[in-house]
């Protein structure tokens, strides 16, 4: 897949200036995802009655 250059260029500055964003908090996201899981996981066994 052939880019522009300008779009090459633009994606060149982009990655080059990239890193963790100073929002993203790994905890939060980790913690989040299992605050997540865990409510779907007792979602599915409240609605599992069937047993």
Known sequence: ?????STAEALTTLA???GPHDSLN???IGG???AA???LLWI???LNRDR
């Not at 897949?1 to 250059?5: I, Q, T, W």
């Open 1 to 5: 897949m052939n880019l522009p250059s």
């Open 16 to 18: 080059s200036e990239g």
């Open 26 to 28: 790994a905890y939060f």
């Open 32 to 34: 989040g995802a299992l």
């Open 37 to 39: 899981l865990l409510l």
């Open 44 to 46: 599915t066994t409240r």
